[in-house]
């Protein structure tokens, strides 16, 4: 499926991704909750249904720390509320950019994905540098609005100020039930 928009002009077609972000255990152990965590969990599980729907690749990519996120630990897997299917895509990264030294972009490249949407934690870390990361490699991305979070006690303003800095670089920034795969 795609957008309206692209549906009125077929020749712009566009091929999609989900980037499911660093939803791991440890980060909602941390002292201050995620925002919204529940909403979170819910707003990306219904993102991966309808990708998986569309036949979009899903991508659940995980952070491997030194200090916290240690590979293989109870704390570095997925939060439990998530489902990964065995058709789904796993990357490990230790650069918060997800398409750092990952080959992330080669392989959607090699998929024909010209168009990632991006969900997960943290929004002003991860999410943030693989939006931009994304752009860098020249992909069309999308930010699901209501699909990312952090755990400032302001996380809300947080969340604010990175979608309009994100949008003024070239993100489009959607609610989750705004965006078609």
């Known amino acids: 499926m795609v957008s309206q928009k692209e549906k009125s002009n077929p020749s ?8 499911v972000i ?4 440890d980060l909602f152990e941390k002292g201050t909750p995620v925002y919204r965590a529940d909403t979170l969990l819910a707003n990306i599980n219904a ?21 916290h996120l240690i590979k293989g630990t109870e704390g570095w897997h997925l939060h439990s509320e998530l489902h990964p299917e065995p058709d789904d895509w796993r990357v490990s990264k230790e650069n918060s950019n997800s ?21 997960g934690l943290v929004s002003h870390g991860c ?3 693989t939006c931009l990361g994304g ?11 209501d699909a ?6 302001n996380a809300d303003q947080v969340i604010e100020k990175w979608h309009k800095t994100l949008a003024e670089n070239g993100v489009t920034v959607l609610d989750s039930g705004e965006i078609c795969f």
């Open 148 to 153: 990312h979070s952090n755990f400032s006690k």
């Open 99 to 119: 398409f750092e030294n990952t080959g992330l972009a080669e392989r959607l490249t090699a998929y024909g994905i010209n168009h990632v949407v991006a969900t």
């Open 135 to 145: 752009l860098k490699e020249g992909f069309k991305v999308t930010l699901a609005a």
């Open 127 to 129: 999410v943030k540098n």
């Open 22 to 25: 660093d939803v791991q255990n």
């Open 47 to 67: 993102l991966v249904e309808n990708a998986h729907k569309a036949g979009a690749p899903v991508v659940y990519i995980q952070h491997n720390g030194k200090k």
């Open 12 to 19: 712009d077609t566009q091929k999609s991704a989900l980037l």
